[in-house]
């Protein structure tokens, strides 16, 4: 599937945005991965990334851990924003989509926050409320 101009510039736009949610929290690093999808570490650990048009899906979205039980009450919740991502989904991973017309960044504060507190060592962790 071939993304549009303005698909393309609403992709920066919110890419720009992920990365200052998810660099605002203690020692977070990210590295671009791949083509264009973006990987957020906590030291050596991934609790997050940005995917862009993974697998020519169209999907421009943000994956992170979580857990089983509220990865399914999140696509349960609201199928069209949330769905099971490719091979991480097993795992509990969630992602949410940012390539629609709104995008609800409270709940993608909170989600990024959620993961980064689930693998950061604990004193890291708690710097975050």
């Not at 929290?25 to 570490?41: C, K, M, Q, W």
């Not at 995917?51 to 990865?71: N, P, R, T, V």
């Not at 009450?73 to 509990?92: I, K």
């Amino acid at each position: 599937m071939t993304l549009s101009a303005k698909q393309l510039s609403q992709s920066a736009r919110r890419q720009e945005r992920l990365i200052e949610i998810c660099g605002a929290l203690p020692e977070v690093n990210y590295e671009t991965v791949g083509d264009s999808h973006i990987a957020f570490r906590i030291r050596k650990k991934i609790f997050a990334y940005y995917l862009f048009d993974h697998h020519d899906d169209g999907i421009i979205a943000f994956c992170c851990k979580s857990s089983l039980s509220e990865q399914r009450r999140l696509v349960r919740d609201d199928p069209e924003s949330f769905f099971v991502p490719a091979y991480l989904g097993a795992r509990g991973w969630v992602a949410i989509r940012l390539d629609l017309d709104e995008v609800d960044w409270e709940i993608v504060n909170e989600l990024a926050r959620r993961a980064f507190q689930s693998i950061a060592p604990r004193k890291l962790a708690a710097l975050v409320d």
